[in-house]
């Protein structure tokens, strides 16, 4: 199984528009984030987790022909607000699967009504099929099954995902120890970091690098990434041991 990081920045992106922070400023690679999204793939396969405002880029950047479904963590918009460009493969495939839980559906029901429309729809519009998933039900991907992982992004429920040796949380803020429970062990963790100072919704460094003693995964990489957190190469120098920055089109096999 192949995991590409589509984007690893937060809501914002790096550089932030009109910033003259230095690291919006950098001209490094590593410290150019889009949106956060990953792409995984096996065999014929092809899944994302969310789909954001740079999804067109993302998928034109790693010639994605073929979309088998999206998983959504939770309705924000850097998480959902490329959902209009799911229109090339709507067209060549059909409607798209979708997997979230019900309060997500509703977000993009309201949202995006159009492509979410039983009856009078615009013959452009493309169109979804929707899968309402729930906690503590593992659901078919493919030929895999994944696991909804629930966590809070200050009071707002989120879902990460594992998928075989594979575990995805974003947007954290707080998770349970039974939710944990569910992906100890794993090889490859994906977990955000937003910055050095503490954030309301979303784990710090500190945080996040508690959490991941806790889960011990194989090797975990840090995304929803902001400016804050500082420039790419300096924080990779002081992480821990088996603990890595990811960064925009890395690719990680499981």
Not at 84 to 97: E, K, S, Y
Request: glycine content about 6%; proline content about 5%.
């Amino acid at each position: 199984m192949k995991i590409t990081f589509l984007g690893t920045g937060t809501s914002q992106g790096i550089p932030v528009i009109g910033s003259n922070h230095p690291v919006c400023l950098s001209k490094n690679p590593k410290d150019k984030r889009l949106r956060v999204s990953v792409l995984i793939s096996w065999k014929d396969y092809n899944f994302v987790i969310d789909c954001g405002p740079d999804f067109r880029q993302q998928m034109l950047t790693h010639k994605v022909v073929k979309l088998d479904g999206i998983l959504f963590t939770h309705e924000h918009a850097d998480h959902t607000a490329g959902i209009d460009d799911i229109r090339p493969f709507f067209f060549r495939q059909g409607d798209i699967p979708v997997y979230a839980h019900q309060d997500v559906i509703h977000s993009l029901k309201r949202r995006f009504d159009y492509i979410f429309a039983d009856e009078n729809r615009y013959p452009g519009a493309p169109a979804v099929k929707v899968n309402t998933i729930k906690n503590n039900e593992s659901f078919l991907i493919g030929d895999k099954q994944a696991i909804p992982i629930e966590a809070f992004h200050n009071r707002l429920k989120v879902y990460g995902y594992r998928i075989g040796d594979f575990a995805y949380l974003t947007d954290v803020k707080t998770i349970s120890d039974r939710e944990i429970n569910k992906i100890k062990g794993v090889k490859v963790l994906s977990i955000n970091a937003l910055r050095i100072e503490p954030h309301h919704s979303h784990l710090n460094l500190e945080e996040a690098l508690e959490v991941i003693d806790k889960i011990n995964p194989g090797i975990a990489y840090l995304s929803h990434i902001s400016h804050y957190l500082g420039f790419h190469d300096e924080v990779e120098k002081k992480l821990p041991k088996k603990v890595h920055l990811a960064y925009d089109n890395l690719v990680v096999s499981v």
